[in-house]
Every structure is written in C-alpha cells, then in structure tokens.
C-alpha cells in the first residue's frame, strides 16, 4: 500500500525521538498520562541531538514534553505526534489484560482494524502518521519531533511501503532516534551510523 504521494524536489530531514521510559511502559502497560520515571531526565543529559532545525514539535503528552524538555528542545505540541488511544486499556497490562479480557487482546494482536479498547485502531494511527510526513514533504528544512513508539512504527511503516500487518514486528525503545530523509517526492530511512568503542 503506497501512504505517501509524490511531490517536487525539495530537501526535508525528519528526526523522529522516541519520548523517555514511563512507569507505564516499564511494566509493559498500555500508556497513561504520566511524568517520565526517575533518571530519565539524567539518561536524556547524555543522548546527543541535532541542536538546529526549522521545527520542533512533541507530542502532547506529558511524557514526551518532559522528554523535550530534559533534551533541552523548546518544542510545540502537535497533536498528530501523540500516542496511540487506548481507551479503556490505559493504564493497564498486558498480563492483566489476557486474564481479564484474553479474546479482546487476541483479536486486538491479531487485526489493526480492531478497537476492543474504544480507542484507536492500528491502521487509524498508521494513516494519521502518514499524512503528517506526506504534510512534511512539502516543507523544506529539519524538523525534530519528540513522540512515541506507536508514531515512529507508523512512521517507518510510511517510508517503507510495509503493511499495517507489520506494525507490531518493529520494536522502538525509549529515547530511540530515527533519522528520515525526503526529497520531495519519497520519504527514505536512514541507518544510524555506527559507535567507536
């Protein structure tokens, strides 16, 4: 399936940031709205980030602006950066999850389209995230964007042509960094290079 139309030539860069470790996401449950967990904010101190761009934005959430925050980044919320909706699973885990509700988790793993929780479905996040780059790629310049592992998914879904199938086959940990270059016309990924040891 092809989520990003074809436009001229012009140079963009997208830094994706993947927002700091929760409580939440430290017990494997589904996100709240809640501060980053102790350290995270010295953990970010060492990460080195792109200081210049033309934009940057987070996502709304109280995580991802603290994120933004202890990486220095005076950012603007964008609503389209924010996490998945999880509806009536917020806060909850997995675990608790398939002893409670073991037939709406399945059909939640197993379909994108499937919104057991009342919240947004999979393939619902894919297409807002993909019209967000599609948006970007008419843009010149960098844009920094501090959000959440479901919208770097997405994300990376957009860029290579993959199906909504594949979203749950892309592990993002917290403060991650994925770099996406455009020419106008595609969005590309870009490998990190790698460390001296």
Do not use: K
């Amino acid at each position: 399936m092809a989520w990003i139309r074809f436009r001229e030539n012009t140079p963009v860069r997208l830094t994706l940031i993947c927002g700091g470790p929760t409580a939440a996401t430290r017990r494997a449950a589904f996100p709240l709205e809640e501060p980053l967990e102790d350290g995270a904010h010295a953990r970010a101190a060492r990460i080195a980030l792109p200081r210049r761009a033309e934009r940057i934005w987070t996502s709304p959430a109280l995580s991802a602006r603290q994120t933004a925050a202890a990486f220095g980044l005076n950012a603007a919320e964008h609503f389209a950066l924010r996490d998945q909706e999880f509806g009536a699973w917020a806060g909850t885990s997995l675990a608790e999850l398939q002893a409670r509700a073991p037939r709406d988790l399945a059909a939640w793993l197993a379909d994108p389209d499937a919104t057991p929780h009342g919240g947004e479905s999979v393939t619902d996040v894919v297409r807002r995230v993909a019209a967000l780059m599609e948006g970007l790629l008419g843009e010149r310049g960098h844009t920094l964007a501090v959000t959440h592992a479901a919208v770097i998914r997405a994300a990376l879904l957009a860029v290579l042509g993959a199906p909504v199938s594949a979203f749950r086959c892309i592990d993002v940990e917290p403060f991650s960094i994925v770099e996406l270059t455009g020419d106008g016309r595609r969005w590309h990924w870009r490998a990190p290079a790698g460390r001296d040891t």
